[in-house]
C-alpha cells in the first residue's frame, strides 16, 4: 500500500504562481514514475507531468513552458511549480505514483485562478 498526500493547492490570480506537494509513505521499496494528472467537471483526466525515478520529464501540451516538475527521491516526493497560470488551469490536481506497475492516486488537491 502506498498513501499519497498532497498540498500546496489555493487560489490565485491569473498569472500568479502556486507551488504543489505531494509525499508518499507506506510499505514499498522503490517509486518509479511519479507525478500529476489534473480533471476538470466533465472532463477526461488530463497530464500534467510526470517524472520517472531517473529525471526524466514528460508535460502536457497545455502546460509546457509554464510547469515544472521535480522530485526527491529520498523523500519520496514530487512538486510541481506552477507559473503563469490561467483560468483553465482551474481544476482538482492529483498527485500519482507508480510502484509495481500499479498506480496509486491521491485524493486530489484544488486549483482556482481567477481571472
Known amino acids: 500500500q502506498v498513501q499519497l498526500v498532497e498540498s500546496g493547492g489555493g487560489l490565485v490570480q491569473a498569472g500568479g504562481s502556486l507551488r504543489l506537494s505531494c509525499g508518499a509513505s507506506?510499505?514499498?521499496?522503490?517509486?518509479?514514475?511519479m507525478g500529476w494528472y489534473r480533471r476538470a467537471s466533465g472532463k477526461q483526466r488530463e497530464l500534467v507531468a510526470t517524472?520517472?525515478?531517473?529525471?526524466?520529464?514528460t508535460y502536457g501540451d497545455s502546460v509546457k513552458g509554464r510547469f515544472t516538475i521535480s522530485r526527491d527521491i529520498a523523500k519520496n516526493a514530487v512538486s510541481l511549480q506552477m507559473n503563469s497560470l490561467k483560468p483553465e488551469d482551474t481544476t482538482v490536481y492529483y498527485c500519482?505514483?507508480?510502484?509495481?506497475?500499479?498506480?496509486?492516486w491521491g485524493q486530489g488537491t484544488q486549483v482556482t485562478v481567477s481571472s
Open positions: 500519482y505514483a507508480e510502484v509495481r506497475n500499479y498506480a496509486y
Open positions: 507506506g510499505r514499498f521499496t522503490r517509486i518509479g514514475v
Open positions: 517524472i520517472t525515478d531517473g529525471g526524466t520529464t
